[in-house]
């Protein structure tokens, strides 16, 4: 079945070291979202890529940066991750960049120590 | 205000009823609206997908969109303990610099006893 996969789907981290999340699809959608999800909140946009293009959300912090070296994968590297960085970390993918039709991973639940 | 109004509940029904579940929004540019389901701790799944205005149904789920009120609906019938879940509406602006961006409603929690 096609889908989009997220890894680990745990993750524990100490303040302040660094960690990366992935997201690999089989869908061979061209467009991809990294979304945070903070208890009883909506998903919010961090950002997205289109093909290789690459979109920040004005309001997503630096310390927080993506990566997309094939149409297949993309991670989210949190550079210096702090208390309020621990959320669930979700990767959307969607055919193309004009209907919004997104299909979720199952999503990675950061913890911060 | 927000662009998109969801009550959040939470909502609990017994088992067979049909629940109603409601968002309201402000952007008249809004064209594609959608329902996602989201189970504790995992990712939303897509429910149901509406392009403009009229009603789409799937099995015991009945999408309407009314862009005159700037209002959706999810509609589900014969409801189970397993459409227990939290229900996010979402919608988005068609193409141009919008890049398919969803702005979500808050989330309903909806609860199914037997």
């Known amino acids: 079945d096609a889908m989009v996969i997220q890894n680990p789907r745990y993750q524990v981290t100490q303040f302040g070291k660094p960690v990366t999340l992935s997201c690999s699809q089989t869908?061979?959608?061209?467009?991809m979202y990294w979304y945070q999800q903070k208890s009883s909140q909506a998903p919010k946009l961090l950002f997205h890529?289109?093909?290789?293009?690459?979109?920040n959300e004005a309001d997503t912090p630096d310390n927080f940066q993506s990566r997309r070296p094939n149409t297949s994968f993309c991670f989210l590297d949190i550079r210096s991750p702090g208390l309020g960085d621990a959320a669930m970390y979700l990767c959307a993918t969607s055919r193309d960049q004009v209907t919004g039709e997104q299909y979720f991973g199952p999503g990675t639940r950061l913890t911060v120590t | 205000q927000k662009e998109v109004e969801q009550d959040p509940g939470p909502l609990s029904v017994p088992e067979g009823a049909i629940v109603s579940l409601n968002c309201t929004y402000s952007?008249?540019?809004?064209?594609?609206f959608m329902w996602y389901r989201q189970y504790s701790r995992k990712g939303p799944e897509l429910l149901m997908y509406?392009?403009?205005?009229g009603n789409k149904e799937d099995g015991r789920f009945t999408a309407q969109v009314d862009k005159s009120s700037k209002y959706i609906s999810l509609f589900i019938r014969d409801s189970q303990p397993s459409d227990s879940a939290t229900y996010l509406c979402a919608m988005s602006v068609s193409g141009g610099t919008s890049y398919g961006k969803l702005t979500f409603g808050q989330g309903t929690i909806l609860t199914v006893h037997p």
């Open positions: 869908l061979n959608h061209n467009v």
């Open positions: 952007n008249s540019a809004f064209q594609y």
């Open positions: 890529y289109y093909d290789k293009d690459f979109n």
């Open positions: 509406t392009y403009s205005s």
